[in-house]
């Protein structure tokens, strides 16, 4: 069965601390997709990143970076400086590879983060 | 990116009616759709798999009298809560991927359901 897992419920910093979310997944599949996204207060889902199963490189856009270990099934989420406009609730999750390039996601539990002026 | 349309973003309705929820992709055509629910303060889980001129695929626990889902384009799928009781509300989103498109999926805004 797929399974992902964010540990951290909660996470409070100070503004221009550096945070990281944790994401750990489990899947049999040997191809798959790894997405993180942020949900603020108003609840819609902005997408931040997609990663397939074949490509471990590391990423990084602005001061966001995900550092994706096949090895150990995570993908961890890094935000740099943060800021305040990061608050919000950030949702790791998983796909099965379709054939017609459809998405059926399993979310994480979700990370609520507080960035603190 | 694709968009994805969801209406009403917010519906109070009164103990024992009907609510409609409509999820259209504006600028693709989706052959498949899903429905999400998310209780306050915890993670999205997947209601249905909506798919295009045939029957939606619900999840396990999912009462599919209960959730009507009708997907009768490429654009729009339409998620009914049938005689709502206030253990329905909750916030509802809907995703979809444009067919044949190896890309992301699109989420709509959400809608917030309150039953009272």
């Known amino acids: 069965a797929q399974k992902v897992t964010q540990a951290q419920t909660e996470i409070s910093v100070v503004e221009k601390e550096d945070v990281t979310l944790d994401c750990v997944y489990e899947?049999?599949?040997?191809?798959?997709?790894l997405f993180w996204y942020k949900q603020p207060p108003s609840g819609e889902l902005v997408f931040l990143i997609r990663r397939n199963s074949f490509d471990e490189q590391n990423e990084i856009s602005g001061r966001y970076s995900w550092n994706f270990q096949k090895s150990t099934s995570s993908f961890n989420f890094t935000i740099t400086a943060s800021q305040v406009v990061d608050s919000a609730v950030y949702f790791c999750?998983?796909?099965?590879?379709?054939?017609?390039?459809?998405?059926?996601?399993?979310f994480g539990t979700g990370t609520r983060l507080k960035v603190l002026a | 990116g694709a968009v994805v349309s969801q209406h009403p973003s917010r519906v109070i309705c009164k103990s024992g009616t009907s609510v409609k929820i409509e999820c259209r992709s504006l600028d693709f055509q989706a052959t498949t759709m899903f429905w999400y629910r998310q209780f306050p303060k915890q993670s999205l889980m997947l209601m249905a798999t909506?798919?295009?001129?045939?029957?939606?695929?619900?999840e396990q626990g999912v009462e599919k009298d209960k959730f009507l889902i009708n997907h009768a384009s490429l654009t729009l799928s339409t998620l009914t809560v049938t005689s709502a009781h206030p253990e329905d509300s909750s916030f509802y989103i809907c995703?979809?991927?444009?067919?044949?498109?190896?890309?992301?999926?699109?989420f709509g805004q959400g809608t917030r359901l309150t039953v009272v």
């Open positions: 995703s979809a991927t444009e067919t044949g498109v190896n890309t992301e999926a699109f």
């Open positions: 909506s798919n295009e001129g045939s029957k939606a695929t619900y």
């Open positions: 899947t049999r599949d040997t191809t798959y997709y």
């Open positions: 999750a998983l796909s099965e590879d379709t054939t017609s390039g459809t998405y059926k996601y399993i």
